[in-house]
């Protein structure tokens, strides 16, 4: 079982839905959660940052984390095209020395 | 300007030579990272370097080699012996204050003549 599963997609919704983006994970010693977007040809940029479980909301994102079930989510509000976008979840323990765990992405595709 | 810049966007690489990823930073930030990316395969870890002067292999550190000679600079050296160079190269930067996340740089795109 590998340690963190994202389904790779690409998910298509029409615009001003609200997307939701999951991920699973098996190390029950993860305690810190993000979410990047990837624009194509450029780097992942941080959208999301918790600690342990509970919601964060910023602006139109959501993150959510179910640490019994093992389960993250991030949700998007009125989707808008230029959200379109590959959204990698990554995780990490609580020690320092832990590395961040990066899921493979969601491509995600907001139609017009 | 904050931030992390990498250089050159594109590069190629003839047969049998060496070529070097830059990978600058000015958020003071302690650890820096290097990962390749490959279609369907997400971010796999090369190498990563805590403080100056010390870096660790990471999980496919095989045909690269990388220095720390700053806290700045975390150059990136993909060697002949890397049989499949063509990828991604994304370097990221972390800071030592706990478990903060990591910040990535725009990354290069390598590709063989």
């Known amino acids: 079982q590998k340690e963190v599963e994202q389904d790779p997609g690409p998910l298509s919704v029409p615009e001003g839905a609200i997307v939701s983006l999951n991920c699973t994970y098996s190390?029950?010693?993860?305690?810190?959660f993000m979410w990047y977007r990837q624009y194509s040809r450029k780097g992942p940029e941080l959208l999301m940052y918790t600690y342990s479980s509970g919601n964060k909301e910023d602006g139109r994102f959501t993150a959510q984390v179910d640490k019994s079930s093992k389960y993250i989510s991030l949700f998007i509000r009125d989707s808008q095209p230029s959200d379109s976008a590959t959204y990698l979840c990554?995780?990490?323990?609580?020690?320092?020395?832990?590395?961040?765990?990066f899921g493979k992405g969601t491509r995600l595709h907001i139609l017009p | 300007d904050g931030g992390i810049t990498q250089s050159p966007k594109y590069l190629f690489r003839k047969e049998g030579q060496n070529v070097t990823l830059s990978c600058e930073q000015n958020l003071n930030h302690d650890a820096m990272y290097w990962y390749r990316q490959d279609p369907g395969q997400g971010l796999r870890l090369i190498y990563y370097s805590q403080i100056v002067n010390d870096f660790q292999k990471g999980d496919i550190a095989e045909g690269y080699s990388v220095s720390r000679e700053k806290k700045e600079s975390f150059p990136l050296t993909v060697t002949s012996a890397q049989k499949n160079p063509t990828a991604f190269y994304l370097c990221a930067t972390q800071s030592d204050r706990g478990n903060q996340p990591q910040h990535f740089g725009d990354g290069t795109r390598l590709s063989i003549l």
């Open positions: 190390n029950s010693a993860f305690q810190y």
């Open positions: 990554a995780m990490s323990a609580v020690d320092r020395d832990d590395k961040i765990i």
